[in-house]
């Protein structure tokens, strides 16, 4: 989704590039002072293109933040924080339409005289001017590159019918993502091992017609209200809030994840109470160590148990249609 984004350069960078650029160019032609005065004039251009272009490509290529997916925005605001975005956004523009104005305006004397001394005067005046400017948006330049590196490691999520995997942290809702797609994340027997959203999927054909479920795996959540979450759990509840058309919510009866029974029931207590309209399917977990007698349907991600039964119960509850926006 982000990984088209250009790479941002800094303003030093900018403009060390537009001096190199423009100090290689020199024009033809048999009189010397008109070999002097287009070269001057196609250096000065030159320079002002290799600072306005990349601005231009910096604005129109990161995308527009209200256009964007709610999931999307949400992790924006959660990692990087839309308004500072959006002001460094609006501050390049700002530059890149002063440097045009300045190129503009400046240009016109520089067609009109013959006098050495003075072009070359005025094509230092108008360097001057753009570097100026570029250098007062540099700390704006600076927050598009951090958002970019951040921006590209984004998931990328389809607008198709998604299963939600939630829980407390430890419990194996990433062994599970790996038992039901090919995505591989990370498993380890301490909490908080995922810290980003992952992506998965499943695949039925049921006569002839093919289901395909996106899956993704999300930060433990603890039970607590959302004012507290941290940002690795928030990121669990964008998902949770925009995603899911169906949320598993996967419990450790064996507690040795570490966290009691007690309190990932009042976890589910919560996940239904914030998300009424959402179809939740309670999974218990680790049912190779212990089994309850719930009625919550048992699995194991280590030996396979109710694998099974768990991928039929999901394809039963295959939507027909998905909203935009699906639990807020
Ligand atoms: N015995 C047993 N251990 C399991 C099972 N599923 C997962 N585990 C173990 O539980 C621990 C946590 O598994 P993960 O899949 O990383 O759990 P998680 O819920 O994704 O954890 P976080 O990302 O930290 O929230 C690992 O040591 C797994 O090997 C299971 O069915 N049986
Ligand atoms: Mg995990």
């Known amino acids: 989704m982000f990984r088209k984004l250009p790479t941002i350069d800094l303003a030093d960078e900018l403009i060390d590039r537009a001096f190199k650029r423009s100090k290689k160019i020199q024009m033809m ?4 002072t008109y070999r002097m005065k287009k070269t001057i004039i196609a250096r000065t251009e030159s320079f ?3 600072i306005v272009s990349p601005l231009e490509t910096y604005v129109k290529k990161f995308p527009s933040i209200d256009t964007l997916h709610p999931f999307y925005r949400d992790l924006i605001d959660i990692k ?3 308004n500072k975005l959006k002001k460094a956004l609006g501050a390049v523009d700002w530059a890149r339409k002063t440097c ?3 190129q503009t305006s400046q240009l016109k004397s520089l067609t009109k005289s013959k006098n050495i001394d003075f072009l070359k005067q005025k094509q230092y005046e108008i360097q001057g001017r ?3 400017v570029v250098k007062q948006v540099n700390a704006e330049l600076q927050i598009l590159a951090e958002a970019q590196k951040i921006l590209k490691t984004f998931p990328t999520v389809q607008d198709i019918p998604t299963v939600v995997i939630a829980g407390y942290p430890n419990v194996g809702k990433s062994s599970l993502l790996r038992r039901l797609s090919s995505a591989k994340p990370a498993v380890a027997q301490y909490p908080f091992t995922t810290k980003d959203i992952y992506v998965g999927h499943m695949k039925q054909t049921d006569h002839y017609v093919i289901k395909q479920f996106q899956l993704i795996d999300t930060p433990g959540l603890f039970d607590r209200p959302l004012e507290k979450r941290n940002d690795i759990e928030k990121q669990a509840i964008a998902a949770l809030s925009h995603l899911a058309d169906i949320i598993l919510l996967v419990l450790d009866p064996s507690e040795t994840c570490g966290y009691s029974l007690n309190d990932q029931h009042q976890l589910l207590a919560q ?3 914030l998300f009424p309209k ?3 399917l309670v999974v218990e977990n680790k049912g190779d160590i212990k089994n309850s007698s719930s009625g ?3 699995i194991s991600c280590d030996d396979g148990t109710g694998i099974d039964i768990l991928i039929k119960e999901l394809f039963a509850r295959y939507p027909a249609h998905q909203a935009d926006d699906k639990n807020t």
């Open 29 to 32: 032609d048999r009189d010397a």
């Open 48 to 50: 002002v293109a290799t």
């Open 80 to 82: 990087i924080d839309s």
């Open 100 to 102: 045009q104005r300045i």
């Open 130 to 132: 753009i570097s100026s």
């Open 271 to 273: 996940v239904h109470h």
């Open 278 to 280: 959402a179809s939740v």
């Open 296 to 298: 919550n349907l048992s």
